[in-house]
């Protein structure tokens, strides 16, 4: 049974950083690609990054945002720099095997979510 489990969220103000963890069980964390999507409130799900030879990112966060992934935790990292308030959203993992993506329909399993905050 594979598992995603996310932690790190949180309330932070602008300009600020935060970084969220996902840790993955029940797959062979190097047969996929992990990524990570948001979605605000009355928003779609919206694609910010994915990792697994190479790194994709959305424009609204590249140079700010960092995916990395540590295969002997089994765990994909996201570090968030110079948070701005349009990055509130509930930011979710997710996996697929092989061939990275940003269309979210694409992704097998995804974890439970966790709340990013960034007041102005």
């Known amino acids: 049974q594979v598992q995603l489990v996310e932690s790190g969220g949180g309330l932070v103000q602008a300009g600020g950083s935060l970084r969220l963890s996902c840790a993955a069980s029940?797959?062979?964390?190097?047969?996929?690609?992990m990524g990570w999507f948001r979605q605000a409130p009355g928003k779609e799900r919206d694609f910010v990054a994915a990792?697994?030879?190479?790194?994709a990112y959305a424009d609204s966060v590249k140079g700010r945002f960092t995916i990395s992934r540590d295969s002997a935790k089994n765990t994909v990292y996201l570090q968030m720099n110079s948070l701005k308030p349009e990055d509130t959203a509930v930011y979710y993992c997710a996996a697929r095997r092989n061939i990275a993506t940003r269309n979210l329909y694409e992704y097998d399993y995804w974890g439970q979510g966790t709340q990013v905050t960034v007041s102005s």
């Open positions: 029940g797959l062979t964390f190097n047969d996929y690609v």
């Open positions: 990792i697994r030879g190479s790194v």
